[in-house]
């Protein structure tokens, strides 16, 4: 932080318990969180690093950095890395979860980057963000506002945001954890497409899940993001899919089309014409049972 000519250096916080973590941030509501700071470190604008008074560095608060199980679902702690997360997981992360994790930055990234990090941020929406929410996970968070205990919890579909806009963190309030149903989905696809001749690394993102037994489609879900920051889904969309014979049928691909296409015009001014034409062939395909869906064995 500058004050006239002099820089400051901002005030480091390492609280090692969630307790300790609700007393800082009891007192100092407006503190700097920082997951992998990979975010914070990045956007500086100045050649000088511009960090505000107070930082809070979760990464060493014991009760963030669990990974727990049972049958139903798998709770992951706020500060857990996503490099961490894909290996503990491991078995237990539906296949399309550790396909999106591998595909973001790197190794030496990944090791840094917070399961938190990676959904708090106001204004943009993470790969990570795009398939937790088609997986149906629900975000914890605490409100440190009052003084003592762990803090009042509330918990938030990702689902629920993508009409509801971006996830509202207030002062005073963190991120704990993420809880996943465990559900069986039997087909998945991710595709990560770049537009030729940008720089955009994820113009869009086309994710998909389906439970399909005795060749029959019992569950769908499809979210497509782009730019980062526009998501669709359309819940109706979706159950027009369940009931059918999978693979599609012709004359079952002709009608779920239409809705398709009906559905992305009305969302006309998030897609080109070049996006909508790339989301109708992977989602017919991966209907259709072709080379793009991959079973989950
Ligand atoms: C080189 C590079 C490549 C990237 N590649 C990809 C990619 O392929 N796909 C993709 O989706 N993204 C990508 N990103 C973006 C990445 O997802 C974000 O930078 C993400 O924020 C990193 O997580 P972090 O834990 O380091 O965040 P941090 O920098 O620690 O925090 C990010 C924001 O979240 C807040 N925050 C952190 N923890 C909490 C908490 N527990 N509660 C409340 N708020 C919290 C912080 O205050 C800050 O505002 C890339 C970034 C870089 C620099």
Do not use: C
């Amino acid at each position: 932080m500058m004050q006239g000519n002099r820089y400051i250096a901002p005030e480091i916080l390492e609280p090692l318990s969630l307790s300790q973590l609700a007393q800082i941030i009891h007192r100092r509501p407006r503190a700097l969180l920082m997951g992998g700071g990979v975010h914070v470190r990045v956007n500086q604008d100045s050649e000088l690093f511009s960090l505000p008074a107070e930082i809070v560095l979760l990464h060493k608060v014991a009760e963030l950095t669990r990974l727990t199980r049972n049958d139903h679902f798998l709770e992951v702690g706020a500060s857990v890395t996503l490099q961490h997360f894909l290996e503990q997981a491991g078995e237990y992360l539906p296949p399309i979860l550790s396909q999106t994790i591998k595909e973001i930055a790197t190794v030496a990234l990944r090791n840094q980057m917070t399961i938190a990090g990676s959904i708090a941020l106001p204004n943009y929406r993470s790969d990570l963000f795009v398939v937790l929410a088609l997986l149906e996970a629900k975000v914890e968070i605490r409100d440190f506002t009052h003084r003592g205990g762990r803090g009042k919890i509330r918990k938030e579909a990702l689902l629920r945001l993508v009409r509801e806009g971006f996830l509202d963190i207030a002062s005073a309030e963190v991120i704990t954890a993420i809880r996943l149903p465990i559900t069986h989905w039997t087909h998945w696809q991710y595709r990560k497409i770049q537009r030729p001749f940008t720089s955009d690394q994820r113009t869009l993102i086309i994710a998909m899940v389906a439970r399909v037994e005795k060749a029959m489609v019992l569950g769908f879900h499809l979210i497509i993001l782009t730019h980062g920051q526009h998501l669709f889904y359309d819940y109706n969309l979706n159950t027009q899919a369940i009931g059918r014979r999978y693979p599609l049928s012709p004359k079952d691909r002709d009608y779920f089309l239409e809705l398709l296409q009906e559905s992305l015009t009305t969302d006309e001014e998030s897609f080109s014409d070049y996006m909508r034409h790339v989301i109708e062939e992977v989602v017919i395909d991966f209907l259709q049972g072709r080379n793009s869906t991959f079973p989950q064995g």
